[in-house]
């Protein structure tokens, strides 16, 4: 079994990208139903309008329903691509995928949960732990090296048949 090709950082960034663009665009639209129901004229002009919109028991549902919508999509669309699907349709689409210290994809949910906390600590150290892979000739992101996951070059298909003659 040959050795797999690890992702490199602009590929990687670039599947990110691509993830954030469509995770972004899901959060959109799962938020125009509740955005359409807001009365944007009583938007706040002052701190009485911020107390009185905070004490809004309607107002504070369809917030607290929208972003818990959106904590649950993230949370879907990562452990359920990593874990499940092997890639994020980003990574898929870069011709990547996670693999796991075993080189088993997928990974997992458990691992694919892993490494989604380990995301957030790589990303709360101010993106130091993204830039790692940068020095690592693996490329793994201090994400990887917690969870235990790789991103790889997703093997090309190859064709060993010759055609009929």
């Known amino acids: ?13 670039l599947a990110t990208l691509a993830d954030m663009l469509l995770l972004c665009s899901l959060c959109v639209a799962v938020a125009l139903p509740v955005a359409r129901a807001v009365d944007w004229a009583a938007l706040p002009g002052n701190l009485e309008d ?3 919109l905070l004490g809004d028991p309607t107002w504070i549902a369809r917030v607290s329903g929208v972003l818990g919508m959106w904590i649950a999509l993230w949370w879907c669309y990562f452990v359920v ?49 993204h830039l790692i892979l940068l020095f690592r000739r693996d490329r793994c992101a201090l ?9 790889v070059r997703r093997p090309q298909p190859t064709s060993t048949d010759s055609p009929p003659a």
């Open 1 to 13: 079994m040959a050795a797999a090709t690890p992702g490199g950082a602009i590929r990687r960034l």
């Open 81 to 129: 691509g990593w874990g499940l699907l092997g890639a994020t349709p980003g990574k898929w689409l870069l011709g990547l995928r996670v693999i796991d210290h075993r080189g088993r994809c997928p990974v997992g949910v458990s691992r694919a949960v892993m490494r989604l906390f380990a995301y957030s600590v790589s990303s709360l150290t101010l993106g130091i732990g």
């Open 50 to 52: 911020v107390s009185r």
């Open 143 to 151: 994400h990887d090296l917690l969870a235990g996951t790789r991103i």
